[in-house]
């Protein structure tokens, strides 16, 4: 299984950014899905964004046009840049990967987005 570091959280004011990276202990371009989800207090954990081994992407609508995921298979990483950040965003954040069908998660970082 392979094994998630998240960083890059913390607390930042509304319209700022923050970029998250995740670290993966083992090879990633073989890792058909990598992904961030989001849980905030009293809320579902929820997706946020997903990227293939291809490059393909999708965003949750809340999202589109503010985060952008990226991969680097050469790092073992994958990151999720976030601009314009709105209160709304303020959850832990999880780092995802799906090895035909082995899951595997991060233990989080927080994104506190001060209004």
């Known amino acids: 299984q392979v094994q998630l570091v998240e960083s890059g959280g913390g607390l930042v004011q509304t319209g700022g950014s923050l970029r998250l990276s995740c670290a993966a202990s083992q090879i990633i371009f073989n890792i058909n899905t990598m992904a961030w989800y989001r849980q905030a207090p009293g809320s579902k954990r929820e997706l946020v964004a997903a990227i293939d081994s291809s490059g393909v992407t999708n965003y949750a609508d809340s999202v589109k046009g503010r985060f952008t995921i990226s991969r680097d298979s050469a790092k073992n990483t994958v990151s999720l840049q976030m601009n314009s950040l709105k209160p709304e965003d303020t959850a832990v954040y999880y780092c995802?990967?799906?090895?035909?069908?082995?899951?595997?998660w991060g233990q989080g970082t927080q994104v506190t987005v001060s209004s």
């Open positions: 995802y990967a799906n090895r035909w069908g082995s899951v595997s």
